[in-house]
C-alpha cells in the first residue's frame, strides 16, 4: 500500500499554486505522460491528486512523472524530493558503483541490459544522483590500473571482429543524430546485451585484442547512455556512462574515458547541477591531456565554461571560454578518433552559444548560433537543436519575428525526431518568448507547436 506520512505535502501544495494547475489539470496531464512513457495508462483524476496533498506517496513512476511535468513548466529542473516525496533508494547492487574486475563489469552490464530490454522499473524510473559521478571519476583518477590479460574463454575473437563492432557503433551512430534516440535504443540494448556482452565474458584473444574490445564495449554503453539522456531517462543514461567509464578503464583507453567524462558533464548541466559539471569537465581536461586529444581538452573547457554560466559567474565563463578557444585552435591538425570526429566548429559553436544563453547575453547567443548552423547536414537533431538555440537568442533580444520564424524551423524539424531534449528546447525557447505571449506570432508559434509536438501539451510546457 501507498505510505501515508503524516503532514500534508506543503511542497507539492506550493508548486501547484506556482505552476497554476488544477487539480483535474494535473491528474490528466500525470495520465497523458504515462502514456507517451510506454505505461498502462493509469487512472488519475483530481482526487487523486487531493490524496497526496493530504500525504499520501504515490507509487512509481508517478513522482518521476510529476517532476517532468512541473520541471517543464516552470522552466527550471523540480525532483521528486522538491515535490515532497521520498527520494528513490539504490539498490544494494547497483552499477552506478565502478566494478573492481573486467568479470564484475560483464556481470554488471549484463544486469543492467536485460533490466533495460525488460522494462523493469528501478534502472528506468531511477532519479540522477548526485554522488554517483564524482565518485566514479576519482576511482577512474587514482585508481590503480587492473590487468586485463588475454582472454581464455570459447569464442574466438579477431581484430577484424573487433573492427565489425566499432562500424556496428558508428551506424547506430548515425542513425541516433538522424533520428534521435526513440526509434533505435532497443536495437542498441538488444546487440549489446545479446552482442557484446557474451563476448566480454567469453572471447578467446589476446591482450591486446581484448583491450580494443573492451574499447569498443566502452563505445557502445557510451551510446547507450547518450540516448537514455536524449530521451530524458537520466539515472538509466547514469547507469550506462558510468559502466562505460569503467570499461574504457580497462581496455586503458584514455582519451575514451575523457570523452565520457565530459558526457557525464554534459548531462550534469542539463540536469542543472553545475558544481557537479565543473568537477566532470575538469576530471575530463586530465584525461585528454593524458591522451594527448586537445580538442577533448577544449570541449570539457567549453563544458566547464558552461556549468559556471549556470552558477552566474561571468569571469570564470569567460576565463574557461579563452582556453576552450586556445585549445581548439591548437587541435584543428589533431588525428580524432571516430568517436570525437563530431566535435567541430559548428559544435564548438553551438556550445560556446550555450554558454551565453545561459548568462542572458542574446547578441552573442545569436552570433555563435549561426556559426553552429554550418553543420554536417546529417546531424538533424543537432541541427534543430542549434536551430532552437538561435530562436532563444532572438527572443532574448526581443527580435520576436526572428525568433518566431526560426522556432518553427526548429518544430519541423523536431517533429520529425524521437528526441526528448530536442522537444525541450522548443519548451525552453516558448519560455523564453513567454513575456511576449500577447503578440500575434507567438500565440501563432505556440499553437503550432502544440499541434505538431502533442508531447508539448502531454508534458505541460504551456499553460
Not at 483524476?45 to 487531493?50: I, K, Q
Not at 572471447?203 to 547507450?224: D, I, K, M, N, Y
Not at 586530465?286 to 559567474?313: M, N, Q, Y
Not at 501539451?457 to 504551456?462: F, G, H, I, M, S
Request: charged share 25%; with cysteine; proline share 6%.
Amino acid at each position: 500500500m501507498a505510505q501515508q506520512p503524516q503532514e500534508p505535502n506543503r511542497r507539492l501544495d506550493t508548486l501547484i499554486i506556482e505552476a497554476g494547475f488544477s487539480r483535474k489539470g494535473l491528474a490528466r496531464r500525470v495520465v497523458d505522460l504515462a502514456v507517451e512513457r510506454g505505461y498502462p495508462a493509469p487512472r488519475y483524476d483530481h482526487t487523486s491528486v487531493r490524496r497526496w496533498l493530504r500525504g499520501e506517496e504515490p507509487r512509481p513512476p508517478v513522482p518521476a512523472l510529476l517532476a517532468e511535468i512541473f520541471s517543464s513548466r516552470l522552466g527550471r529542473p523540480i525532483t521528486p524530493a522538491d515535490l515532497g516525496f521520498a527520494p528513490r533508494k539504490m539498490p544494494e547492487h547497483s552499477v552506478l558503483r565502478m566494478p573492481m574486475t573486467p568479470d564484475e563489469a560483464a556481470d554488471a552490464l549484463n544486469d543492467l541490459a536485460c533490466a533495460d530490454l525488460r522494462g523493469r522499473r528501478t534502472p528506468t524510473e531511477s532519479d540522477f544522483d548526485s554522488v554517483a559521478y564524482p565518485s566514479a571519476a576519482l576511482r577512474w583518477l587514482i585508481a590503480p590500473r587492473t590487468a586485463l590479460g588475454p582472454g581464455d574463454g570459447a569464442r574466438e575473437l579477431g581484430m577484424e571482429d573487433v573492427r565489425e563492432i566499432r562500424e556496428a557503433v558508428h551506424a547506430f551512430r548515425v542513425l541516433d543524430n538522424q533520428m534521435g534516440a526513440r526509434r533505435i535504443r532497443r536495437t542498441v540494448v538488444d546487440y549489446l546485451g545479446t552482442d557484446i556482452v557474451p563476448l566480454l565474458r567469453d572471447a578467446r584473444c589476446t591482450e591486446p585484442v581484448r583491450r580494443q574490445l573492451f574499447s569498443a564495449a566502452a563505445e557502445l554503453v557510451h551510446l547507450c547512455g547518450w540516448q537514455a539522456h536524449d530521451l530524458e531517462l537520466q539515472g538509466l543514461a547514469q547507469w550506462y556512462l558510468v559502466q562505460a567509464l569503467s570499461l574504457a578503464r580497462f581496455a586503458e583507453d584514455c582519451g575514451l574515458g575523457g570523452e565520457i567524462l565530459a558526457a557525464m558533464s554534459q548531462q550534469a548541466i542539463y540536469v542543472m547541477q553545475p558544481d557537479q559539471a565543473i568537477d566532470m569537465a575538469q576530471a575530463a581536461q586530465a584525461a585528454g591531456r593524458r591522451a594527448g586529444l586537445t580538442v577533448l581538452e577544449a570541449e570539457s573547457l567549453v563544458l566547464e565554461a558552461h556549468a559556471h554560466a549556470l552558477r552566474a559567474d561571468t569571469a570564470s565563463c569567460a576565463r574557461a571560454l579563452r582556453r576552450a578557444e586556445s585549445a581548439f585552435c591548437q587541435a584543428q591538425d589533431d588525428d580524432l578518433p571516430p568517436w570525437l570526429s563530431y566535435f567541430d566548429e559548428a559544435y564548438f559553436a553551438a556550445k560556446i552559444g550555450h554558454c551565453f544563453r545561459a548568462l542572458g547575453q542574446g547578441a552573442q547567443t545569436e552570433r555563435h548560433a549561426l556559426r553552429s548552423l554550418r553543420m554536417d547536414p546529417r546531424f538533424i537533431r543537432g541541427k534543430a537543436l542549434n536551430i532552437s538555440l538561435l530562436a532563444s537568442g532572438y527572443a532574448v533580444q526581443g527580435e520576436v519575428e526572428q525568433a518566431c520564424k526560426a522556432g518553427q524551423q526548429a518544430v519541423d524539424l523536431t517533429a520529425g525526431l524521437g528526441s526528448a531534449r530536442a522537444v525541450t528546447s522548443i519548451g525552453n525557447l516558448l519560455h523564453d518568448l513567454s513575456p511576449y505571449s500577447g503578440t500575434r506570432q507567438v500565440k501563432a508559434l505556440t499553437s503550432y507547436a502544440v499541434t505538431r509536438l502533442p508531447a508539448l501539451r502531454r508534458r505541460a510546457v504551456l499553460r
